[in-house]
């Protein structure tokens, strides 16, 4: 497994929302959704709510405004694409516990390649928080071997 975090100090959400969404499998996929107050599927609810929670951060020259992270598995041919979702939609669900636990979270499940993964958005900071939430790379680490 491995598990890839990219920082954006934009807050570019309806850009990332529609590249994750880009090459999903809209029709028989589910989105992943953590701390939302809106349907996995309404693009206009989720980026409003995305941006909304931004507003709470004061401008920072650098700092980062949202993370763009995958979540990647090695090729399951003994499962269905189903049960394959399934599985990343329950590893992000435990990842986001220990990386996120109280950031809004939105994502979709991608079988576009050999090897099945999930795109994750994350805001820089907690709902209705003024501080940017930082992981460190220890902590990271301890993360992501713990997920695997």
């Known amino acids: ?16 929302m ?8 809209q029709q028989t996929g589910t ?3 953590r701390n939302l107050y ?14 909304d929670n931004h507003r709470y951060l004061p401008k920072l020259k650098g700092g980062n405004a949202l993370y763009h992270e995958v979540i990647v598995l090695e090729p399951q041919e003994h499962l ?11 590893l992000a ?17 991608h079988h576009d390649t050999e090897f099945p993964h999930i ?3 994350i805001p820089s900071n907690a709902v209705r928080s003024d501080r940017r939430v930082r992981m460190g790379r220890k902590y990271f680490a301890n993360v992501q071997r713990d997920l695997e």
């Open 18 to 25: 529609d590249y994750i969404s880009r090459g999903s499998d």
């Open 119 to 121: 795109h994750l958005m």
């Open 38 to 51: 809106a349907s996995g599927q309404d693009r206009t609810a989720i980026v409003g709510q995305f941006l």
């Open 1 to 16: 497994m491995i598990i890839k975090s990219m920082s954006r100090k934009a807050p570019t959400f309806g850009q990332l």
């Open 93 to 109: 669900e435990r990842y986001c516990e220990r990386r996120a636990p109280h950031q809004l979270a939105w994502g979709r499940v």
């Open 80 to 90: 269905s694409p189903g049960q394959v979702e399934q599985a990343l939609h329950d």
């Open 31 to 33: 989105a992943f959704v």
